[in-house]
């Protein structure tokens, strides 16, 4: 059986708009709501992609990530990084609703079909709270590639004071 390869919707409806074919016999498409766990970051300072990756090696103790090129990216490149049967993919953000940030960030299972994506949204909770922590501002939407599909917002607590379960700052966006 052959694996389903995961499109992003703008992708896809591309391909449809410059072949006329729809060709959902041959890609699993997921619902709205099935996406697997995404962030968008807000960069600290004049923070490049370069940088922001190279923080990420760190901060997420996967290893270094490999730069690749893809039309379907900003400026066409994106790194990615498989490792504990997860794929993690950083880029340049370009999500009209989450604007104010310059990175994506995004979990998915590595050659694996997964029914409950559950786990991505709280691998993606547990990262966002962590790289807050650190000093960024991150978003996790809620339902990814819906407009108005509500996010979360996580940020370090400026009390210098906070316990442990009060550093992070998370709220509806």
Known sequence: MVEPYWLKAST????????????????EIPAANAMFGNLFVKKIGSQSLDSFVSEMSNQLGCGKFEE??????VDERYFRRATLGIVVEIALADEPEFDSCDFWISFQPD?????????????????????????WQVI????????????????LNPA??????????????
Do not use: M, W
């Not at 896809?12 to 890609?27: M, N, V, W, Y």
């Not at 050659?111 to 000093?135: M, P, T």
């Not at 996790?140 to 940020?155: D, Q, T, V």
């Not at 210098?160 to 966006?173: A, M, T, Y």
């Open 160 to 173: 210098s004071n906070s316990s442990i379960r009060e550093r992070v700052i998370v709220e509806d966006v």
């Open 12 to 27: 896809l409806q591309r391909f449809i708009e410059l072949t006329g074919k729809h060709t959902s016999a041959l890609i």
């Open 68 to 73: 690749r090129q893809s039309s379907n990216y």
């Open 140 to 155: 996790r939407p809620l339902s990814f590639g819906r407009a108005g599909g509500g996010a979360i917002l996580y940020r």
């Open 111 to 135: 050659s694996v079909h997964l029914e409950d994506k559950s786990f991505f949204d709280g691998l993606a909770d547990c990262v966002a709270r962590k790289l807050a922590i650190c000093g």
